[in-house]
């Protein structure tokens, strides 16, 4: 019960997260969008007059709507003035219940490998919250030093320290909380940036207003720069959530490789996009992207690893002794290992037809990418991944 109940709340804070995302993401790809198509009022006009420096026209829902930017603010302060910062809020504190209850919860399944590092599940929840306090400390002390004026070089130093971080995440914990970590800590900075940056800044401007003071256009231009940031990491950070459904990217030796050449190419085709709003296309930018998924495709295919010689015939029961010892301790109506509460992805393999129906996932997970079991914790052999292999490969025969 208790299984089933974690369970459903991870539901319903994944469904939450979800929504809130796309609602976080639609803003800022509406604000950018926004930001870069305004055209400069006609000189003279009631808006130039009033200070407006870009506006447009544009319809939606059988509608006709006619923003419109101030320099730094307008003359007066409106009595209504709409916020957005619930989007960012919801989606971070989702997003982190989510991450304690599908990892940090199971830490002993979802985060150690035994194969890669001798961490225990204690020290593998303290490094993943680490990770994510230390990437905003980090991030938002370059961006207050003298590099946070050079924004290309500042981008570059932001990328080069998350592909270092994944680097070291990889090196500690399995691939795939290595990715939702590394994700988890982009998502920080991009939460954190609302919250620490453009929120109060604003609201030092709407108080100097209220006061009769004139707004400081730097907290205009400090939040522009937070979210221009928070832009360009949408497109990763998403690849970094949905990773977990694609073990041949957070699963290939060199992990961390992968999830910066998938990020570059996230960034260069936003690049393409937030150029294109200003009717440039960057055609090289949006050609290197498809490059580097293209590379990437080829460099994650699957190869199948050697595997030993099989000593012996190779029939049903071996491969059923092998799932028996090696994978029902999760795969079960009712698992046994620490942490595990409930069959994973709904695959239970104690019955002979359940072993013959997923042969070929298992082989899949067993042979190709090697994934399964978890870690490694249940210690399958080179010569028990060959033997699964040969049983699939003769046709998966029940006898
Ligand atoms: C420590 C617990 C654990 C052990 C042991 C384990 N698994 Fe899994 N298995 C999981 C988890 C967790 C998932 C869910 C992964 C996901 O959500 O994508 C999973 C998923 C799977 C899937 C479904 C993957 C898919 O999307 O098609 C298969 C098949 C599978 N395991 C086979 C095996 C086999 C075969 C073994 C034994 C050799 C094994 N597992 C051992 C935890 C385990």
């Known amino acids: 019960m208790v299984a089933y109940l974690i369970e459903y709340l991870g539901?319903?804070?994944?469904?939450?997260?979800?929504?809130?995302?796309?609602?976080?993401?639609?803003?800022?790809?509406?604000?950018?969008?926004?930001?870069?198509?305004?055209?400069?009022?006609?000189?003279g006009s009631n808006s130039a007059r009033e200070g407006v420096s870009g506006e447009?026209?544009?319809?939606?829902?059988?509608?006709?709507?006619?923003?419109q930017k101030y320099a730094v603010a307008p003359a007066r302060l409106p009595e209504k003035l709409h916020w957005f910062k619930w989007e960012a809020y919801t989606t971070w504190l989702s997003g982190t219940a989510l991450l304690v209850v599908v990892y940090w919860m199971r830490a002993q399944s979802m985060m150690v490998d035994p194969s890669i590092s001798s961490l225990t599940a204690t020290q593998a929840v303290l490094l993943g919250m680490g990770s994510m306090a230390a990437s905003w400390i980090v991030y938002d002390l370059l961006c207050r030093s003298p590099l946070g004026r050079h924004d290309g070089v500042l981008?570059?130093?932001?990328?080069?320290?998350?592909?270092?971080?994944?680097?070291?995440l990889c090196r500690e914990l399995g691939g795939r909380a290595a990715y939702i970590q590394v994700g988890a800590s982009a998502?920080?900075?991009?939460?954190?940036?609302?919250?620490?940056?453009?929120?109060?800044?604003q609201k030092?401007?709407?108080?100097?207003?209220?006061?009769?003071?004139?707004?400081?256009?730097?907290?205009?231009?400090?939040?522009?720069?937070?979210?221009?940031?928070?832009?360009?990491?949408?497109?990763?950070?998403?690849?970094?959530?949905?990773?977990?459904h694609y073990s041949a990217t957070y699963g290939h030796p060199q992990a961390w490789a992968v999830l910066a050449l998938i990020?570059?190419?996230?960034?260069?085709i936003r690049h393409f996009f937030n150029r294109r709003h200003f009717g440039v296309h960057s055609w090289p930018c949006l050609g290197a992207g498809v490059c580097i998924l293209g590379f990437v495709a080829w460099w994650t295919a699957p190869h199948i690893q050697p595997l030993p010689p099989v000593a012996g015939p190779v029939n049903f029961d071996r491969v059923r002794g092998i799932v028996g010892q090696r994978c029902i301790v999760c795969h079960s109506a009712a698992p046994t290992f620490p942490g595990i509460l409930a069959p994973p992805a709904g695959v239970i393999l104690t019955t002979p037809d359940a072993i013959v129906?997923?042969?070929?996932?298992?082989y899949q997970q067993v042979v190709v990418t090697r994934i399964m079991p978890l870690g490694n914790v249940t210690k399958v052999?080179?010569?028990?991944?060959?033997?699964?292999?040969?049983?699939?490969?003769?046709?998966?025969?029940?006898?």
């Open 11 to 43: 539901m319903l804070l994944r469904w939450l997260h979800v929504i809130a995302g796309i609602a976080w993401v639609g803003s800022s790809f509406y604000f950018i969008w926004l930001d870069h198509s305004l055209d400069p009022p006609e000189p």
């Open 56 to 67: 447009l026209w544009a319809i939606h829902g059988g509608g006709f709507y006619n923003p």
């Open 155 to 168: 981008g570059a130093v932001v990328f080069g320290l998350l592909v270092l971080l994944a680097w070291a």
């Open 187 to 201: 998502g920080t900075i991009m939460a954190a940036n609302v919250f620490f940056i453009i929120i109060p800044g």
């Open 204 to 244: 030092r401007m709407v108080e100097a207003m209220r006061a009769g003071r004139a707004p400081n256009p730097l907290d205009g231009i400090r939040g522009k720069q937070r979210s221009v940031h928070n832009n360009y990491f949408t497109l990763p950070v998403v690849f970094m959530m949905l990773s977990n």
């Open 263 to 268: 990020s570059a190419a996230g960034i260069l």
């Open 357 to 362: 129906q997923n042969s070929q996932r298992i």
């Open 381 to 399: 052999t080179d010569e028990e991944r060959a033997v699964v292999a040969a049983w699939v490969r003769a046709g998966a025969s029940p006898q």
